[in-house]
């Protein structure tokens, strides 16, 4: 192993995420300058085999599900099916709150993803917990933890992020790792309804809302081809991108939506920072980086205690970055050399890394907790809200350390 290389690839990676969080600039940008430099400079790579760590297959997938989500949201698809969900409760306040859990993890589960999910449900979300005498803590929680839970999703895509990163490793975690999830986002969502005081919300809504307007022609077919999207993918096996940018051909030779809107609401920083990071992982895994990391970690883990403590090295990292496109790529490589060094299960250490990393989204300076900030409205304190959201994402991490220590997920 060259150890220099090892080790200036690993500090890259650390300088990538602590640099671009300092000054505000997109992680996966400073990753591939940093993989130009170490690669070519230090690892005596050619800038073709640089290039070949971008990892083409999950950037195609993730480009074809969020175009295809994109033109349902610019045809006010997503947001008409947010609102309908609403009239569920019938008017009882206090299930409000596990409403918007369930909605959001179904449509999370169905292809946007939480952070397509969060941006799309919280402003609805918390417009409504100001109308109804809903905590903004209490509805900005269920909202994420929904989201979180049905982000796993193989179809969706941190949770495709996932299954790939794991097979590129020789895992196949199928749906173990969301179900692990599903389990472990719903005890935290019960437990947050019952210490936020959601059990004492008003039994019955005084006002109730306005109907809403019924699906139009356009949001009706563009229901049917995500329907059919999801059926071809789950149950006839399709390949995901292929599939996805076929649906979104179809919406848009239909003019269900404008084609430059639908490509804006591709989120392009996104999809540079998961690959981005993803090619200076592939430099660093080159290097050794990724071999001499298992080693310095495997020292302070045994077979018992490695997946808690990879949750919480999980969580570290997502409060203060991405967990999809920064902790996964980051961290999941290591976890088959690291079971092997303490003799630990794989799959198990996977499952505990991105539990951790998902807990803590509620932080303010991650992605959804500054969502649900942003959505408040103007009679929340959003100073309050912020220190909240932050100790709740501190707590994140004693929680999936507890949760996976005694083997809940």
Not at 295 to 300: A, D, E, I, P, Q
């Amino acid at each position: 192993m060259n150890y220099e290389a090892a080790i200036l690839s690993l500090v890259a990676l650390a300088l990538a995420i602590g640099v671009g969080c300092w000054r505000r600039v997109n992680i996966g940008l400073l990753s591939i300058a940093f993989a130009f430099l170490i690669g070519v400079f230090i690892a005596d790579r050619s800038p073709a085999d640089v290039i070949s760590g971008w990892p083409l297959r999950l950037f195609f997938m993730l480009l074809g599900i969020t175009l295809l989500f994109g033109i349902a949201a610019a045809n006010g698809t997503l947001t008409l099916l947010a609102g309908k969900c609403v009239g569920i409760v019938r008017g009882r306040t206090r299930l409000l709150p596990p409403v918007f859990f369930l909605m959001s993890g179904v449509l999370a589960a169905l292809g946007p993803g939480n952070i397509a999910i969060c941006a799309l449900v919280l402003p609805i979300a918390m417009t409504v917990a100001a109308k109804h005498g809903v905590p903004p803590l209490l509805m900005a929680t269920m909202v994420i933890a929904g989201a979180n839970a049905g982000g796993l999703s193989p179809i969706a895509p941190t949770g495709m992020i996932g299954v790939e990163l794991s097979r590129e490793q020789g895992l196949d975690i199928g749906l173990e790792v969301f179900g692990r999830q599903i389990a472990g986002q719903t005890i935290l969502a019960a437990t947050l309804y019952f210490l936020l005081g959601g059990y004492r919300l008003p039994s019955r809504i005084r006002d109730r809302d306005e109907p809403l307007p019924v699906f139009n022609a356009k949001q009706m077919m563009t229901i049917g081809v995500l329907a059919l999207v999801v059926f071809a993918v789950l149950y006839g096996r399709w390949d995901i991108g292929l599939t996805a940018f076929s649906g979104a051909a179809i919406l848009l030779l239909l003019r269900m939506a404008d084609e430059r809107t639908a490509l804006n609401a591709v989120p392009w920083s996104t999809l540079i920072l998961v690959c981005g990071v993803g090619m200076l992982v592939s430099v660093s895994e080159d290097a050794g980086g990724i071999e001499l990391l298992v080693r310095l970690l495997s020292r302070l883990m045994t077979a018992r205690t490695a997946a808690p403590v990879m949750a919480v090295i999980g969580g570290v990292l997502s409060i203060v970055s991405s967990a999809s496109g920064v902790v996964m790529p980051a961290l999941i490589p290591t976890a088959p050399g690291l079971a092997a060094e303490i003799g630990g299960d794989a799959t198990r250490i996977i499952a505990a890394l991105i539990m951790g990393a998902h807990v803590v989204t509620n932080s303010p300076i991650s992605t959804l907790g500054a969502l649900a900030v942003s959505s408040a409205g103007e009679t929340v304190d959003r100073d309050r809200l912020f220190r909240d959201l932050f100790v709740l994402s501190l707590a994140g991490l004693a929680y999936a350390a507890l949760l996976v220590f005694v083997g809940l997920v």
